[in-house]
């Protein structure tokens, strides 16, 4: 089931809600540039498993109102405290991949984990995706500019470029161009937005304010947001644990599915 929400005067969340009768929840935030359909495979599965699977689309992207601005991890927080206060969820998994792993773990801060019982990030964009004079890890500056250049002169040839990166396992020719449908969904100036959040943006405090067991998956060959920033969250998050994954690249969700399902449901479980 599918519905908006209203974040701000004149911007609207989409949400995706399935089992809403479910035992469990897991509120899922999406990476970039994708949508809550990166989460087809949980989604085909948990809700079997008894879960309420709620996939938000973050501003600017799928179906969601497509602002000018609101794309830095305070608002897209924000928006994620007003779907939480909205639908009333208590005690819930807070999920989070890539970007969205960075937006879940500025929500934890910023609204001290209101609601949320348990983390689990995937490949998440934190603390800095990028290198920095005192945090040697991450991308080069450079890679996340040419990004930005790549989406303002020909986005299309620019998310083709990102996908061949994102995943390790062999994908056919029809997952590729249903991955590139999600990216051109969409808006450009929301792409190159994120893409400046993660030059302006850090998250070494807000590690630090985690106080839930939080989950860490990661894959080990992760080209876009390198296995050792997984390494470091797990040094800095209280009562966290990382589960790498050897057969996996950046959607480790995709790549080793029925492990990772397996691992979320484990974890929520335990």
């Not at 390494?231 to 994954?245: D, G, V, W």
Request: hydrophobic share 40%; proline share 4%; net charge neutral.
């Amino acid at each position: 089931m599918g519905y908006y929400i209203k974040a701000e005067a004149d911007v609207k969340i989409y949400v995706e809600d399935l089992n809403p009768k479910g035992n469990k929840t897991i509120l899922f935030l999406h990476g970039w540039p994708g949508s809550h359909k990166l989460f087809e495979y949980q989604f085909d599965s948990l809700p079997k498993m008894g879960f309420r699977c709620i996939g938000i689309d973050t501003r600017g992207f799928g179906y969601s109102d497509k602002p000018w601005n609101g794309y830095n991890y305070d608002r897209l927080s924000d928006d994620v405290r007003v779907v939480i206060d909205s639908l009333k969820l208590k005690d819930i998994t807070l999920a989070g991949h890539s970007t969205g792993g960075a937006i879940a773990i500025r929500y934890m801060a910023r609204h001290k984990g209101y609601g949320v019982s348990k983390l689990a990030l995937f490949a998440a964009a934190a603390p800095s995706l990028i290198k920095r004079p005192n945090f040697p890890y991450g991308l080069n500056k450079e890679t996340v500019l040419q990004i930005i250049d790549g989406t303002y002169s020909d986005r299309p040839k620019m998310l083709q470029g990102f996908g061949d990166n994102f995943f390790y396992k062999h994908i056919s020719e029809a997952f590729s161009e249903w991955f590139f449908q999600l990216g051109l969904q969409a808006s450009g100036w929301a792409t190159a937005a994120i893409a400046k959040t993660w030059i302006n943006e850090v998250l070494f405090s807000d590690l630090k304010a985690i106080n839930v067991p939080t989950l860490i998956i990661h894959g080990i060959h992760d080209e876009v947001v390198p296995f050792e920033l997984g390494e470091i969250q797990k040094q800095t998050i209280r009562n966290s644990k990382l589960i790498p994954f050897n057969y996996s690249g950046h959607g480790a969700f995709y790549d080793e599915r029925d492990k990772f399902n397996k691992e979320l449901v484990k974890f929520i479980e335990e």
